[in-house]
Each structure stands twice: as structure tokens, then as C-alpha cells.
């Protein structure tokens, strides 16, 4: 599979505690960015990443924190967790300059 | 700030009769505009996006600035098109953020 690729694809956490949520790109796509998904919501904006920069945050505490590797992998970390960060984590890969955006399968992350 | 509006939040039609799901939008500047789709067990994927102007799987979809609408169109449903479709948007040139409705589920019945 040569798609954005995600780890893990499920995790369950106890509130309070911290997790990481991993995300490959397409070969070749530069730019990362994260969404959550709430059961019966659309997909809402966290962050994108290009060439390690942060591009853009949408409005999310500062609990939330993401960085690129050199190889343009991502990482999307959250702490002190709270039941309502209970979600669908999607990763999506884009080309410089393109909107079009490329999902990954996303990480379910219940917080118990 | 921009929001995307769908409407129906479920919508069932027969095979063969045609479809529209609803969108509306508010932002200030020229958005782009998008229709992604999440089939049964697949992931969130592009259907089409406004400049293309172009038709997929039978489906188009035509911005009209003037009502801040960018509905989705097909003519004659088929069964596979049953599938969670989501309207987004976007703006150009340094952050390709979406911005996404919260989705229309679209059944076809046989």
C-alpha cells in the first residue's frame, strides 16, 4: 500500500495519560496535516507540517503538539487526555501547493 | 471565519432517481471547494473538486458564488454510490487547511 499510512490503527487510554499517534506520508508529499474526527462530526483541523515547519493550528489546546521528521513522517502528540479527546485522528498527505489532501485510515483513540 | 453547511445529515434515494446533496459555505475571500467520500470500510478520498470542472463517477458539482453553494449532482443513482459524503473547503496559497460540513449519508435504495 503506497497510501498515507497511520499507527496504530486503534488505542485505548485512560484519562490523564499522554499517546502518540504516528503517520507516513505518500512518497514524494511534503505537507501533513491532522484532523479529528468526532463520532457524527465532519473532520476538524489540528495542525499541518511542511519541511518540519508548522504551517497552521486550528483551535486546539496546547495539550496538542505535532512535529515532522526529516523523512516528512509525522507525529501528533497529546497529553493529559480527557474523555473528549475520544476520536477518529486522521493523518493527510498533500503535494507543495496542492489542496488536494490524502487520508490515511486514521487512529481510534478511546480515552476511558 | 469559514463554515461549511450540509443540511441533510441522512438522505435515501432509489436506484435510478437523482441525487443532490446540499451544500453551503461562508467565507470571505475565493475559496476552493471539494466533495470527499468515505465508502463502507475505506478511507476519506477526493470525489471531485470545483476548479477541475470535471465529472466523477457521474457526479458534478458547479460553485455558485452568488448563493455560497457548491451542491453535489448525479442524475441516475447506483447502489455503490451509498457512502458518507463530506463537503469541504479551502483556501489557496500557504495553508491548505479543509474545512469540512459534518456530512451527508447517502443511501441508495434498490
Known amino acids: 500500500d503506497t497510501g498515507v499510512t497511520q499507527s496504530p490503527t486503534h488505542l485505548i487510554k485512560t484519562r490523564g495519560q499522554q499517546v502518540t499517534l504516528r503517520c507516513s506520508p505518500i512518497?514524494?508529499?511534503?505537507?501533513v496535516s491532522w484532523y479529528q474526527q468526532v463520532l457524527g462530526q465532519g473532520p476538524q483541523f489540528i495542525f499541518q507540517?511542511?519541511?518540519?515547519?508548522?504551517?497552521g493550528r486550528g483551535n486546539f489546546p496546547d495539550r496538542f503538539s505535532a512535529r515532522q521528521f526529516p523523512n516528512y513522517s509525522s507525529e501528533l502528540n497529546v497529553n493529559a487526555l480527557l474523555l473528549g479527546d475520544s476520536a477518529l485522528y486522521l493523518c493527510?498527505?498533500?503535494?507543495?501547493?496542492?489542496?488536494?489532501?490524502?487520508f490515511g485510515q486514521g487512529t481510534r483513540l478511546t480515552v476511558v | 471565519a469559514q463554515r461549511v453547511t450540509q443540511p441533510e445529515k441522512l438522505l435515501s434515494v432509489f436506484k435510478g432517481a437523482p441525487v443532490e446533496l446540499k451544500c453551503n459555505y461562508s467565507?470571505?475571500?475565493?475559496?476552493?471547494l471539494f466533495w470527499y467520500v468515505q465508502y463502507s470500510r475505506q478511507r476519506l478520498q477526493l470525489l471531485l473538486r470545483?476548479?477541475s470542472r470535471e465529472s466523477i463517477k457521474g457526479f458534478t458539482a458547479d460553485l455558485n458564488k452568488g448563493e455560497t453553494s457548491f451542491h453535489l449532482k448525479k442524475p441516475f443513482a447506483q447502489e455503490e454510490d451509498s457512502a458518507m459524503y463530506y463537503c469541504a473547503l479551502s483556501y489557496r496559497f500557504g495553508n491548505e487547511k479543509l474545512t469540512f460540513g459534518t456530512g451527508t449519508r447517502l443511501t441508495i435504495i434498490p
Open positions: 467565507y470571505s475571500g475565493s475559496p476552493e
Open positions: 493527510a498527505s498533500s503535494l507543495e501547493g496542492s489542496t488536494e489532501a490524502f
Open positions: 470545483h476548479i
Open positions: 512518497s514524494g508529499h511534503k505537507s
Open positions: 507540517y511542511y519541511e518540519k515547519e508548522e504551517r
